[in-house]
C-alpha cells in the first residue's frame, strides 16, 4: 500500500481530550506509537471507517497493533458513554424522542414503557405499543382531515432534534457499513456518543 497524508475533520482539542484519557488509563507505558498517535489510530477508525489494514499502512503499525489500539480506544470511550437507565433517571424527560435507524427498539421501548416516559417514534414504529406515538397515516381512498395534519406536522417539528442527532451520528463513517459484529457496536455507539457529547 502507498501511505499518503489526510486530514480529519474533527477538531485538534478532541484529539487532545482523547490522548489525556489514555495518558491517564494507561500511565506511561511503553508502546510502538506515543499516546495522541494511538488517539488518532482510534478516532481516524471511528470517523473514516478505513480497513484495519488500510490503517495500519497508513501509520506504519501492523495490523495486529492497529486492532488493539482502536478496540483499546472503543473501548475506553464506551466506558465514559452514560447508561440509557442512568440518563432516565438523571434527566427526568416528560418525553423521549427515538429514531429506529441505530437502535434495538422493542428492548428500548419496554424500559421507556417501565420508567413511565412516553415515546414519539417515526413511522416505523406504528403499533409499538401505547407509549409509543407515531404520525397518523392516510386511510386509503381518504385525505387526512386538517386536524390530523396538524398534529403530524406538531409532531415532526418535536421529533427534529432526534433527526439531526441521528443525521450527526451517520457523519461517522463506522456507522454507514459495518464489518463489526452487532454486539462490538454497541460500544462503538457508546464511544461515538462519548465522543459527542465531548465536541
Excluded at 471511528?46 to 478496540?71: E, F, K, M
Excluded at 409499538?128 to 392516510?138: D, F, I, N, S, Y
Aim: aromatic residues 6%; proline residues 7%; contains cysteine.
Amino acid at each position: 500500500m502507498v501511505r499518503y497524508s489526510a486530514a480529519l475533520d474533527l477538531p485538534h482539542a478532541l484529539v487532545e481530550w482523547v490522548t489525556m484519557l489514555i495518558v491517564t488509563r494507561e500511565g506511561d507505558r511503553r508502546c510502538k506509537l506515543p499516546p495522541d498517535q494511538r488517539a488518532l489510530v482510534g478516532l481516524v477508525y471511528l470517523r473514516r471507517h478505513n480497513t484495519l489494514a488500510q490503517l495500519a499502512a497508513g501509520i506504519g503499525i501492523s495490523v495486529d497493533t492497529a486492532h488493539a489500539y482502536t478496540t483499546a480506544v472503543v473501548d475506553l470511550l464506551a466506558d465514559r458513554a452514560p447508561g440509557l437507565l442512568r440518563t432516565l433517571r438523571e434527566a427526568n424527560p416528560d418525553y423521549a424522542l427515538l429514531d429506529g435507524t441505530l437502535a434495538e427498539c422493542d428492548r428500548i421501548f419496554r424500559i421507556y414503557e417501565r420508567q413511565g416516559v412516553p415515546v414519539l417514534a417515526d413511522r416505523a414504529s406504528m403499533g409499538a405499543g401505547p407509549w409509543v406515538t407515531t404520525p397518523l397515516r392516510r386511510p386509503p381512498g381518504r385525505d387526512l382531515t386538517p386536524t390530523q395534519q396538524t398534529v403530524n406536522r406538531a409532531l415532526s417539528t418535536a421529533r427534529a432534534p432526534v433527526e439531526r442527532g441521528v443525521a450527526r451520528l451517520k457523519s461517522w463513517r463506522i456507522f454507514r457499513k459495518s464489518r463489526r459484529s452487532p454486539n462490538r457496536m454497541s460500544s462503538i455507539s457508546a464511544a461515538v456518543l462519548t465522543l459527542e457529547r465531548q465536541y
